[in-house]
């Protein structure tokens, strides 16, 4: 398991699958809509940090989100 602990935070671990689980950039809880919209960028912020910390995964990752 990773921990970064700065603000935002990201978290990472890996599971027996072989995929990479990667959180962080929590923010207080919105509904529907608003929450759908910023996921993308979410993700999207969440992979770059992924790949920053695995280099050799750069263009690699598959993500989704839920």
């Known amino acids: 398991m990773i921990w970064e602990s700065n603000c935002p935070y990201y978290?990472?671990?890996t599971t027996a699958g072989r995929r990479i689980v990667?959180?962080?950039?929590?923010e207080p809880?919105?509904?529907g809509r608003e929450r759908d919209?910023?996921?993308p960028?979410?993700?999207e912020k969440l992979v770059?940090?992924?790949e920053a910390w695995f280099p050799s995964l750069k263009g690699k990752i598959h993500a989704e989100y839920s």
């Not at 990667?22 to 929590?26: N, P, V």
Request: aromatic fraction near 10%; charged fraction near 30%.
């Open 22 to 26: 990667i959180g962080g950039l929590d």
């Open 48 to 50: 770059g940090e992924a």
């Open 37 to 39: 919209r910023k996921m």
């Open 41 to 43: 960028a979410k993700m």
């Open 29 to 31: 809880a919105s509904e």
């Open 11 to 13: 978290y990472a671990w």
